[in-house]
Structures are given as C-alpha cells and as structure tokens.
C-alpha cells in the first residue's frame, strides 16, 4: 500500500511559481509511475505530469515548457515545479501513485491562480 501527502498549493499572481510536493510512504524508487493529475470545478480529472521508474517524463500539451516533474529517491517525493502560471490552472492537484496493480491518490491540494 502507499499513502501519499501532497503540499505547496496556495494562491499566486498569473506568471507566478509554485512548487508542489507529494511525500510517499514507501520508496519511490520502486513505483513504476507517480503522476500529478489536476481538476477543475466542473471539469474531469486530468494528467498533467507523469514520470516513470526509467526516467521517462510525459507532459499535458498546455503545461510543456512550464511544469517540471522531479522524484527524489531519497526522500521519497515527488515534485511538480509550476512556473508562468495561468488562471487555467486553477484547480485542485492530485498526486498519484501507480504501484505493482493498484493506483493510489493523494488528498489533494488546492492551487488558483488570480490577481
């Protein structure tokens, strides 16, 4: 099983950074794919970032060039580095967890971008 803690969500200005974290509770070095979904009210769930075992990365077209997915191994955390933000981003950012056959979610953590 894995538990998974996110943090860093907050309220910023359009063209602002910020970085989420996701701690899990086991070693990360041996989930194949940790993956950062958002979603916005009304919207469904979507994949913004997703990094693999092998060190493979996959973006969602409207966030390339602006968000980095980074694992740390030794510390067992996931980030995702969101810079140039846009009020589209708005939502609500899950980290996710798949390991051996089962997906694990985060609780989630609350991210708007406004002025």
């Known amino acids: 099983q894995v538990q998974l803690v996110e943090s860093g969500g907050g309220l910023v200005q359009p063209g602002g950074s910020l970085r989420l974290s996701c701690a899990a509770s086991r070693s990360i070095f041996t989930i194949s794919v940790m993956a950062w979904y958002r979603q916005a009210p009304g919207k469904q769930r979507e994949l913004v970032a997703a990094?693999?075992?092998?060190?493979?990365?996959n973006y969602k077209d409207s966030v390339k060039g602006r968000f980095t997915i980074s694992r740390d191994n030794v510390k067992n955390t996931v980030y995702l580095q969101m810079n140039s933000l846009e009020p589209e981003d708005t939502a609500v950012y899950y980290c996710?967890?798949?390991?051996?056959?089962?997906?694990?979610w985060g609780q989630g953590t609350q991210v708007t971008v406004s002025s």
């Open positions: 996710n967890a798949f390991y051996l056959t089962t997906s694990y």
């Open positions: 990094s693999t075992s092998a060190g493979d990365t």
